[in-house]
Structure formats: structure tokens, C-alpha cells
């Protein structure tokens, strides 16, 4: 009785010991597993320079992510928690930290195609393509419809030499976004680099079909026509490519949408300007200025920034107000100083805005455009000698500036000196022979100035038809000069029919002292007489 | 029996709830639990660039202006190259002034002494000079790149100029080809095999820019020959890449495409174009290349650059700016190593600072977080050996360094610095314009 009583109770007490040794050694593990997760989550960076918001977000985005595992919930989550905090750290420029975020992510969270992807963007930010062509893949994988990431690839096989993989994918690309342009500009980049001229033609055209103002399949068009020696179509192209915005990246939702945890000003500032170099204005205004100023209020770069924005948009009070605010908080900014400058000019304040250049001038004493607006201010106050001193400064420090160029012809002219007017320009043009502003003024010159020696009908006609070229022929002004060219050079039939273009177009816009003018210059046509000033 | 069961089954039991319970396999569980887990995995690779790994600083360099002293402008010096221009025996450096738009050259006589001298008339916006004998008389003439503006414009400004050098020092201007895309290097080769120097020209343009490369007809006569009509080319090094005896063209190209090419000569300047590496990145901001040998295996790698940030405003720092080098391994395969991160960075140099035999890498740069008193802008990152790196940082000040160039200036044996500061942005509290770095290496101070 007494021996089973001690085996039993030996048994007990071992079951106990075992219990306890196994309690033990699970909470050990338990342990030392999420200690192995959580030493994983990257610590957090410097803060110090950083802006208070920006700091306090990131603080408690790094605290929740680790309550997860403490709190002992799946690790699924804890996985989709440490991306999010990934990306936040992307959004924030902190990608040594967002890396060991997606990596944990895409460990606990396996199905979610996204880590791998924004992984993949920040490997592919820092050039690394090998990387980047893996986690791709595994994104496609678990997304296969998602179209950036096939554009991804495929540009990372192109840039490494994969040409045909790099062609399967942009073909997979355009098979879920039918006249992509960006599949079809990779394409034809292939299809060049293999002296497939036809075919990579066929495929820019199709790129410009579906975007016209895709820029940078005008201009490889353009080598394609140059190839084929079709050189007023290269020519085309190139101007077409003239008139379209830089090169803007294909959308991209998973990533843009980090723009939204974005909390740095500087880097919103670039957002800004990388939405105004697409022409999206009010984009920058709304979503990235208004946020930077939000954080960071007493900034007097963000308040030129905005104040810029709004110049661009023709809105001078908002635009006067934030320069305004610039230069509260910097009083020496030469470029708020100029932008009201501008501002005032534009308003016929010439005498104001001529003091805002001058004192712009005192900070920045270098800046051609402060003294090309400056000779702008005075030419506009007729004094036209101290115009052209200014212009002439400005193009000491910049001698190709092509409006204080210009602008200089404009005031040589105004001040009665035709034969260097014209020696302007024909620089001007010699630069920036598209332009047609000069080539509209040099014709004038040529085809009435009051000095015979100075003018010449034919070459009058030259530049008059350069001025008019494609838009140009929509503009009465323009064809007013073509047609004093014309009639210059005796062919009054040209002349005649040119002038009655012009003045219909000029009555359609309803300009009444260019009307006045046209007529009595029309009846000098009509009675085979040229116009002389 | 019982008890063996009760001491394996009941942890087992334990671990095998919890791991089901936070939703883990069970080896994925037990592996994280030993440490095991968190390696490079097949789907999801580590990155080849992990966090840049900073040593302690070593103070090495003393560093002292030379040439004319900065004045009241803000220094411009957008290229310098160090070069014994007069053959005299002392090596001279050579300086694109873009504020005083003329080159200048910075001559060293006696040993140690320097004093700066006017080359040729003025040429607007210089970006780049090649010393080159290219009228083969026995001096060095200059082959300058005429951006006509540092700026981006997309007007056709840009000129390739030669300042002929009598032989005396005294420089004759011949402008070879005028009225084209701006222009941001040129560099000489004999590309047809013909005797004569012809000439490669990389144009940045700004939407419109080209390569080209221009045949010597003898006399100052040139004929171009379009390579690529591509925007954004900084640099067109010129070195025989496949080692088949003819020289061949690399081509750095910035803007949307941030890629590198190389043409590859036939030996009678057929080329065959070949696109050895691009970031898909569009803002990658490629800023510098050099064709060395790295990792001294025999063949040339290429040395490689981003942290250019000219193209925004604020222009900045960001944070996939740094430096990398694509090693040759052979038959047109480059492998792309990330050497580490470096905000801003231009111009990176391989020398060898530490005389341990092999190449570390030193690098400026222009865009670094200025604000902060403690960002560098020039660094270097020593080789450790099999071509691992370790940064160490170099200075703080001054600001805003955007070309670098190494020699031994003073003939001690040991490598020296030379930069140039180019200042178009604030900060302006610590500006140089050319500095001389000595390397005093044997005297070397280790700070904590």
C-alpha cells in the first residue's frame, strides 16, 4: 500500500516536473520565436532633423506593429503590419528600414502580392535589377492582372540585355492594356535595337495613336523617319515632341499611393514639382503644397513653391500672397523679390515692379532673368536706352539668353536702330530657328522699315512664311507681316488675299486698332503699293 | 515510458498549438525559434546593396585652396582633371570655370606651389576638358565641351571646341562643330584606325541630346556620325572594353533613361551599339562613370555614379543615391555590386588611399542634407578585401563638391585629392572653390 502510494506519488511528481519542464521549454520558444520576430522590425532612425509630425507617425507606426506580436495575434497580421510600416518608412525616404519590413512581410504574409512588389521598388530605385526581377515574378505570381509590375520586369530584362524576355513581357502588358503606350515604346525600343525599323515604327505610331502627347515616341520616331531620310517627317516629330510634357512614368497605384503616408516636406516639395513638370498644377497645389504647409507652416520654401504655383495658374492674389509670406519669413529672398516683380509688371505697375527687380538684383546679381524682366519693365516705360543696357547685361551673364536676345532686337528696333534689330534676331534664330516670334519681327523689319537699304521682300517672305508655319497661320498678326512681305517683293495678289485673311481673323477677335490698320494697308495692296513705316 | 511521453509530448503539444495559433508552419515556427530563420530565401532575395556599413573616421588629408581665391561670386567648377599640361614634369590641373565661363589651368611650379592661369578665350558654360595631342605635334591641346548653359535648356547652344596649344602654352580656338545640343564631353580615339585622332562627343541636349562621334578629315576638318539620338548623355569615355585591339565608346546617359552603353568598334568605326546596364528608376540621377579595374582582375570594370539632383527644385538628396560598380565578367556580361549609399553623389575615383594593394573608392558629393552640419561631402569607401566595402567619411566642409580627381600631386608617394565646388543652391556658409587635399597617410589620426 505504502509503495504504491510512493509510486503514485512519484508519478505525480515527475508528471509535474515534466509539466513544468514542458511549460518551460514552450514559453522559452515561445519566447525566443517572437523575440526573433520582433528583433527583426528594423529600429527606428535619427528623427532629430525631422519634422514633429513626421516623427510622432513613424513612433506609432513602429508601436502598434510590435503590440501585434506581443499581444500575441497572428503573425499574419504582425507580417501585414510590419509592411505597413514598410511603407511608411518608403513613403518617408527611409528605405534601410522599409527593406527588413517587406522581408518580414513577405515571410508571415505570403499571399499578399504587395510586399514583394514594393520590395521590388525599392531595389529597383537603387538600380539593383537582379533583385528586383525576382520579387517581380513572385508578385506576378500572386497578381498576374497587375500591369505596372509586368512593366517593371519588362524594362529590367530591356536594361540588362533580355530583349526577348523583356519583349514577352511588355507583349503581356499590352495584352491587359491594349495601345499602352509604354509597352509599345519598349517594344519599339527593341525593335530598333535590332534594326527593325519598320516594326518599331508600327509600334511608336501606335504609341502616339494612343497618347499624342507622348514625347519620347516623337522623338524616337523622329530617328525612325531620319533613318528612312525622310527629314521634314523627323522634323515633324521633333516639333511634336517640342510641344509634349517631359517624360512622365507610367501610373503605378501601389506605389503612388505611398505619396498619401508622405509626411517630409522636402520630398513633398519634390512632389510638387515633379506634378507641375507633368502640368498637373492644381495636383501640386492640393495634394502636396497644402500638406507641406500643413507640416511645416513656417517654411518660406514652401510658401515659394506655392506662390509659384499660383503664378502658373494666372492667380496673382494668391499667388502675391504667398510671395508675400516668403519674404515675411525670408526677407532676402531674391526670387520672391523677382516673382512680384513679375506680378506688378503684369499689372501695369511698372514703377513698383521696376523697384521690386532692382531689389531682387541685391540678392540675386547674377540671375539673367532679373535683368531681362527689369529691360522688360523700362522698354515698357519707353526708355529705351536704359532698356538696352539691361538687356546687355543680362546677356553678359548668359549670352544665349534667347528673350533678353530678343527683347534687346525688340528695344535696338524701337529705338530706331533696325540694322542692329535685325542682326538680333538673326542670332536669335541662328539658336532657336523654330521660333516664330523673332522670325514674325525680323520679316517686318525686312519687308516696310523706313530705310529702302534695309528692306528685302524675298527675304521678308522667308521668315514671314517661318513665323506663320502650322499654328502661325491662325495668327493675324503673323499674316499681317506675311503679306506686307508680299507685297514688298511685288506679288500683290499674295498680299492681297494674305491681308484679307488676316483681317477676318482679326475681326473674328474683334482687335480694332489691328483692323484700322489692315484695311488702310489692304487698299495700298490693292493699288499695287507695298507698306512702308 | 509514460514520462518520456508526458517530457516530448506535451512541449511538442505546446509549440505545435502556438505555432498553429499565430498562424505559422510548424518548421517555420521551430527554425525562427533557433535563430534560423530570416535568410536569403530563393523568392525573396537580399538586396546586393545592404545597409551601407560605416567605419570610423581617419583623418588623412589636409586640405588647401589653390588657384585664384573664391572672390565674391559663387564658385562654379563644373569639371576638373588633373594633367602635366606643360610637360614640365609637374602635374597641373585643369578647370572648367562655368561662372567665369573659361578654362582655366592651375599650374604647379615649383613643386608645391600653384598659381592659376587663363587658357584661350572665354567659352560659355565649359562642362568638360580632355587634355589630347590632337594634331599630333607633340602638345597637349584641349578638348572642351561647350554646354553653352549648365542649366536645362533644350536650345541648340552647344559647341565641341579645341584650344590648340602652340607649344608654348599659348591656345588657339577652333570650334569643330557649333549650333548643336549642348554638350558635356568629349574624349579623342582613333576609331577608324586611320593614324589621325578622332573624336567621341557625348551631348546632353536636354530633351534633345545625341552621341556622336566625329572623323578627323585632317585640317580641322571634321564629319560627324551619329551613334544615338538619346537625351541626357554626361560622359563618353573612350577605352578598348573588349580588348580586341580597337578602341570602343561607353556611353553614360542620364535623364529618363539612366542607362550605359558601349559601341563597339569593328576597328573601322562600324559600331555596334550594346546596352550593358540601365535602372529602371527614371530619377535614378546617374552623375559620374569611370573604366577601371576594380577588382584587379585584368579586365576594365566600370565605376558608377548617382546622386545627380540638378533636375528639381529643391534639388536633394535621395535615398537611392550612391555607388556601384559593374564588374566585367566577359563576352558583354556586366554584374551590378552596390558599393554603398552616399546622398548626392559625383564623381567617384578608385585609388588606392591606404597602400594595402588594393582599390577603395573615394567619392564627393553635391547634394547632400546641407542643413545638417554633419553631412559629408566627400567620403571614401576602403576596400576590405574580396571586394567588400567599408565607408568612412572624410569632411563635412566645405559643401557642395562636384568633381574629384586623384594623383600624386607632391610626389610623396602617396595619392592626393583635388576638388572643385559648384554652388548653385544654398547653403552658402561653407564654399571652396578648387581645393588641394594632401594625403598624409603615415600620420594618420583615428577618431572615435
Known amino acids: 500500500m505504502a509503495r504504491s502510494r510512493i509510486h503514485l506519488l512519484l508519478v505525480v511528481g515527475v508528471s509535474v516536473l515534466a509539466l513544468g519542464i514542458a511549460m518551460g521549454i514552450s514559453f522559452l520558444v515561445k519566447r525566443t520565436n517572437r523575440e526573433a520576430v520582433l528583433s527583426r522590425l528594423p529600429d527606428m532612425p ?10 510622432q507617425k513613424l513612433i506609432d507606426a513602429d508601436q502598434i506593429t ?55 521598388s525599392v531595389y529597383q530605385q537603387r538600380g539593383q535589377n537582379e533583385s528586383v526581377r525576382v520579387l517581380l515574378e513572385r508578385t506576378l505570381k500572386l497578381a498576374p492582372d497587375y500591369s505596372p509590375a509586368l512593366l517593371k520586369l519588362a524594362d529590367s530584362f530591356f536594361k540588362t540585355g533580355g530583349k526577348d524576355q ?118 501640386a497645389l492640393d495634394k502636396y503644397f497644402h500638406r507641406a504647409m500643413e507640416l511645416d507652416p513656417w517654411n518660406p520654401k514652401v510658401h515659394l513653391a506655392v506662390g509659384k504655383a499660383w503664378l502658373m495658374l494666372s492667380q496673382l492674389e494668391p499667388a502675391r500672397d504667398s510671395f508675400r509670406n516668403t519674404l515675411d519669413l525670408d526677407p532676402e529672398n531674391g526670387e520672391a523679390h523677382f516673382y512680384l516683380g513679375l506680378i506688378m509688371r503684369n499689372e501695369g505697375k511698372l514703377f513698383a515692379a521696376e523697384n521690386m527687380f532692382l531689389r531682387a538684383l541685391e540678392f540675386e546679381s547674377n540671375n539673367p532673368n532679373v535683368y531681362n524682366n527689369l529691360g522688360l519693365c523700362i522698354l515698357e516705360q519707353h526708355k529705351y536706352e536704359e532698356a538696352i543696357r539691361y538687356f546687355r547685361h543680362a546677356l553678359e551673364i548668359y549670352p544665349e539668353h534667347l528673350e533678353a536676345l530678343y527683347n534687346l532686337g525688340v528695344a535696338l528696333w524701337a529705338s530706331g ?22 522670325a514674325n519681327s525680323l520679316a517686318w523689319i525686312l519687308a516696310t522699315d523706313i530705310i529702302e537699304s534695309m528692306r528685302n521682300g524675298d527675304e521678308a517672305v522667308h521668315w514671314a512664311l517661318l513665323a506663320c508655319k502650322g499654328e502661325g497661320w491662325e495668327n493675324p498678326e503673323y499674316l499681317d507681316t506675311l503679306a506686307a512681305a508680299y507685297a514688298e517683293a511685288g506679288r500683290f495678289d499674295q498680299a492681297v488675299q494674305t491681308a484679307q485673311r488676316s483681317l477676318n481673323l482679326a475681326r473674328a477677335k474683334g482687335d480694332k486698332s489691328l483692323i484700322n490698320d489692315l484695311e488702310y494697308r489692304l487698299r495700298l495692296y490693292g493699288s499695287g503699293k507695298a507698306f512702308h513705316e | 515510458m509514460a514520462l518520456v511521453v508526458i517530457l516530448i509530448g506535451m512541449p511538442f503539444g505546446v509549440i505545435y498549438h502556438e505555432a498553429r495559433r499565430t498562424g505559422q508552419p510548424l518548421g517555420a515556427y521551430l527554425k525562427r525559434a533557433v535563430g534560423k530563420m530570416g535568410e536569403e530565401s530563393p523568392e525573396c532575395p537580399a538586396s546586393s546593396s545592404q545597409k551601407t556599413v560605416t567605419g570610423k573616421t581617419i583623418r588623412f588629408l589636409q586640405k588647401k585652396a589653390i588657384g585664384d581665391p573664391m572672390g565674391d561670386s559663387k564658385p562654379w567648377i563644373a569639371y576638373l582633371t588633373i594633367v602635366d599640361l606643360d610637360q614640365d614634369g609637374l602635374k597641373d590641373i585643369l578647370v572648367c570655370d562655368a561662372r567665369v565661363n573659361q578654362i582655366r589651368w592651375i599650374k604647379q611650379g615649383p613643386i608645391n606651389e600653384y598659381r592659376e592661369i587663363s587658357v584661350g578665350t572665354p567659352i560659355r558654360a565649359p562642362a568638360h576638358v580632355t587634355p589630347c595631342d590632337i594634331d599630333l605635334d607633340g602638345d597637349l591641346d584641349l578638348l572642351v565641351a561647350k554646354m553653352g548653359m549648365i542649366f536645362p535648356n533644350n536650345d541648340r547652344i552647344g559647341a565641341v571646341v579645341v584650344l590648340e596649344n602652340d607649344g608654348r602654352s599659348h591656345f588657339t580656338k577652333h570650334t569643330l562643330v557649333e549650333n548643336i545640343a549642348r554638350v558635356t564631353d568629349i574624349e579623342p580615339g582613333d576609331f577608324d584606325s586611320d593614324g589621325d585622332i578622332d573624336l567621341a562627343v557625348g551631348q546632353f541636349g536636354y530633351d534633345d541630346g545625341e552621341i556622336r562621334w566625329l572623323e578627323n578629315l585632317g585640317n580641322w576638318k571634321f564629319r560627324s556620325h551619329m551613334l544615338l539620338t538619346l537625351s541626357g548623355t554626361i560622359y563618353v569615355p573612350v577605352k578598348d572594353i573588349d580588348e580586341d585591339g580597337d578602341l570602343d565608346i561607353v556611353a553614360l546617359v542620364s535623364q529618363e533613361w539612366e542607362e550605359i552603353y558601349v559601341f563597339e568598334n569593328d576597328g573601322e568605326a562600324n559600331f555596334r551599339v550594346r546596352l550593358i546596364y540601365g535602372s529602371t528608376n527614371e530619377d535614378f540621377g546617374s552623375s559620374g562613370i569611370s573604366l577601371v579595374d576594380l577588382d584587379l582582375d585584368g579586365d576594365l570594370d566600370m565605376l558608377y555614379s548617382n546622386g545627380d539632383a540638378f533636375d528639381y527644385i529643391p534639388p536633394g538628396p535621395r535615398p537611392w543615391h550612391g555607388v556601384q560598380w559593374l564588374e566585367n565578367k566577359g563576352n558583354w556580361d556586366f554584374e551590378y555590386h552596390r558599393i554603398g549609399d552616399f546622398p548626392g553623389a559625383y564623381s567617384a575615383e578608385a585609388v588606392d588611399v591606404d597602400h594595402d594593394g588594393d582599390l577603395d573608392v573615394a567619392v564627393v558629393s553635391c547634394f547632400n542634407k546641407w542643413e545638417s552640419s554633419e553631412a559629408q561631402s566627400m567620403i571614401w569607401f576602403e576596400n576590405t578585401g574580396s571586394m567588400e566595402f567599408m565607408q568612412h567619411d572624410l569632411t563635412s566642409n566645405p559643401t557642395h563638391l562636384l568633381v574629384l580627381d586623384t594623383a600624386d600631386m607632391d610626389e610623396d608617394g602617396w595619392v592626393d585629392f583635388v576638388t572643385g565646388g559648384f554652388y548653385a543652391y544654398p547653403p552658402y556658409d561653407r564654399m571652396s572653390r578648387v581645393l588641394l587635399w594632401r594625403n598624409i597617410w603615415p600620420e594618420r589620426e583615428i577618431v572615435d
Open chain 1, 166 to 283: 523583356a519583349k514577352g513581357s511588355y507583349s503581356l502588358r499590352l495584352a491587359l492594356l491594349p495601345g499602352d503606350p509604354y509597352a509599345l515604346l519598349g517594344l519599339a525600343r527593341i525593335a530598333l535595337a535590332k534594326s527593325q525599323w519598320d516594326e518599331a515604327q508600327g509600334y511608336l505610331e501606335r504609341a502616339i495613336e494612343s497618347d499624342p502627347g507622348f514625347g519620347d515616341a516623337h522623338r524616337l520616331l523622329s530617328t525612325v523617319h531620319e533613318h528612312f531620310f525622310r527629314t521634314r517627317k523627323a522634323q515633324e516629330s521633333l516639333e511634336a515632341a517640342g510641344r509634349c510634357t517631359r517624360f512622365v512614368p507610367a501610373p503605378d497605384p501601389w506605389v503612388d499611393a505611398l505619396e498619401e503616408l508622405c509626411y517630409d516636406t522636402e520630398q513633398l516639395l519634390v512632389l510638387g514639382e515633379k506634378a507641375i513638370a507633368e502640368r498637373k498644377i492644381k495636383k
Open chain 1, 417 to 438: 536702330n533696325s540694322m542692329a534689330a535685325v542682326k538680333q534676331y538673326k542670332r536669335v534664330l541662328q539658336i532657336k530657328p523654330d521660333w516664330r516670334t523673332p
Open chain 1, 66 to 120: 510590435r503590440r501585434t506580436v506581443r499581444e500575441g495575434k497572428p503573425y499574419k497580421q504582425f507580417g501585414r503590419k510590419a509592411g505597413e510600416l514598410g511603407r511608411f518608412y518608403q513613403a518617408n525616404h527611409f528605405y534601410d528600414q522599409a527593406i527588413p519590413c517587406y522581408r518580414l512581410a513577405i515571410e508571415l504574409d505570403p499571399e499578399e502580392p504587395l510586399w514583394s512588389y514594393l520590395l521590388a
Open chain 1, 46 to 55: 535619427a528623427l532629430a532633423e525631422n519634422a514633429e509630425v513626421l516623427r
